[in-house]
């Protein structure tokens, strides 16, 4: 890690995320040799193929880097950088082997279930058979059928779940159903509602204009008032424009009564 570092930190900080993945790896291949069940071992080894892929594309990350930097580095460590992604490579593919034995093996397991006993386990049963008496074939007979009529009930309960759930389902989905009709009315009569708060309010801002221009009208009759107020205030003794000397209006002219000869 530290000679990489001194090469490219983006080199040193490839190889510690893919050294962490190839630990996640064989910790998670040693877990999967531990579990029985043939589903938690499918989920599992999606889990590791996750993880493989994702070593895959880090360690193309790590060679274009690596190519990137060889005109900065020695020889030497060159050569050592090619080794190191071999060495990746190597491990990586063993690890993809390992996941491709396991996944042949639960292949095999479904054919086994889905086909049946194979025929050197009928041949077994058929040798048994013929060294049994015909009490022991009864016995064996009933035992199986016993088997059968088991698996049998089990089926119906299976099946019988099946419906109960499907039924629930149904149910929720209906109830869901109803509650989206709700929320969509609720949805309509909001949007009515809307539009009739905009409608009342255009109206108040109509009725608000015209209260203004009314109250404009007001406002200038008062200041009428107050400035006839204040002139009869400043002036108490004033008196008609006629009765002031040099500002009476002339007299209008006398309508002659005779014309000149």
């Given amino acids: 890690m530290s000679s990489l570092s001194g090469v490219s930190e983006e080199l040193a900080e490839l190889d510690g995320q893919i050294g962490d993945i190839f630990r996640a790896l064989s910790n998670g291949f040693q877990k999967l040799e531990k579990i029985k069940d043939s589903n938690r071992q499918s989920r599992q080894l999606e889990e590791l193929t996750d ?8 360690i193309k990350e790590f060679d274009q880097e690596v190519k990137n930097s060889e005109g900065r580095t020695d020889p030497g460590m060159n050569k050592m950088l090619h080794e190191k ?3 990746m490579i190597k491990e990586l593919n063993s690890y993809v082997a390992l996941k491709k034995q396991y996944a042949t093996n639960l292949e095999n ?3 086994d279930l889905f086909e049946g006993p194979s025929e050197e386990l009928g041949e077994e ?3 048994l058979a013929s060294s049994m008496t015909n009490q022991q074939l009864i016995d064996h007979g009933s035992h199986l059928m016993d088997n059968t009529d088991q698996a049998i009930e089990r089926g119906k309960k299976i099946v019988q779940e099946t419906i109960n759930v499907g039924a629930e389902t149904a149910v929720a989905l209906k109830a869901q159903s109803e509650q989206m009709s709700r929320i969509v009315n ?3 009569s909001i949007h009515f ?7 009342l309010v255009k109206e108040i801002g109509r009725q608000v204009a015209t209260d203004r221009c009314i109250m404009a009208l007001l406002f200038l ?3 009428g008032v107050i400035a006839i107020i204040i002139v009869k205030i400043v002036n108490p003794n004033n008196k008609d424009i006629r009765d002031i ?3 009476a209006p002339p007299a209008p002219a006398r309508k002659l009564l005779w014309s000149p000869s």
């Fill in 51 to 58: 993880k493989m892929r994702e070593c895959k594309r880090l």
């Fill in 85 to 87: 992604k071999q060495s």
């Fill in 109 to 111: 397991k479904r054919v």
């Fill in 125 to 127: 049963n058929v040798l």
């Fill in 186 to 188: 609720e949805l309509d």
């Fill in 193 to 199: 509602s809307i539009k009739r708060a905009s409608k």
């Fill in 221 to 223: 009759i008062v200041l």
């Fill in 245 to 247: 000397p040099g500002l």
